[in-house]
């Protein structure tokens, strides 16, 4: 059974850090990009960084030059690093599975979703 798992969310104030985690168990880890979307009440979910299986990134930018995202082949585990968070970060944070080892940027490519995770920025 595929699964990806959020965790890290949490409330923080404007120009803190979180370090969300996206563990996968379930399928081959390193045949498939890995992404993470927000969606924040009222608005569409939007794309905001991928990681292909060959390294290759993605950044909205939004959060270009705040955000890092990175992945741990051995623990099967994507994380995403994110800092000076500003309160229109605020948003339930998803990470999901493309079904190609590629990424791409809207969420009908990717075929199994986590539950997400709440992040709350406060000003």
């Known amino acids: 059974e595929v699964q990806l798992v959020e965790s890290g969310g949490g409330l923080v104030q404007a120009g803190g850090s979180l370090r969300l985690s996206c563990a996968a168990s379930?399928?081959?880890?390193?045949?498939?990009?890995i992404g993470w979307f927000r969606q924040a009440p009222g608005k569409e979910r939007e794309g905001v960084s991928f990681i292909s299986r060959d390294g290759s990134t993605y950044y909205a930018d939004s959060v270009k030059g705040r955000f890092t995202i990175s992945s741990d082949n051995a623990k099967n585990t994507v994380y995403l690093r994110m800092n000076s968070l500003k309160p229109e970060d605020t948003a339930v944070y998803y990470c999901?599975?493309?079904?190609?080892?590629?990424?791409?940027?809207?969420?009908?490519?990717?075929?199994?979703w986590g539950q997400g995770t709440q992040v709350t920025v406060s000003s």
């Open positions: 379930g399928f081959t880890f390193d045949r498939h990009a």
């Open positions: 999901a599975r493309s079904h190609s080892s590629l990424y791409y940027v809207l969420p009908r490519w990717y075929d199994y």
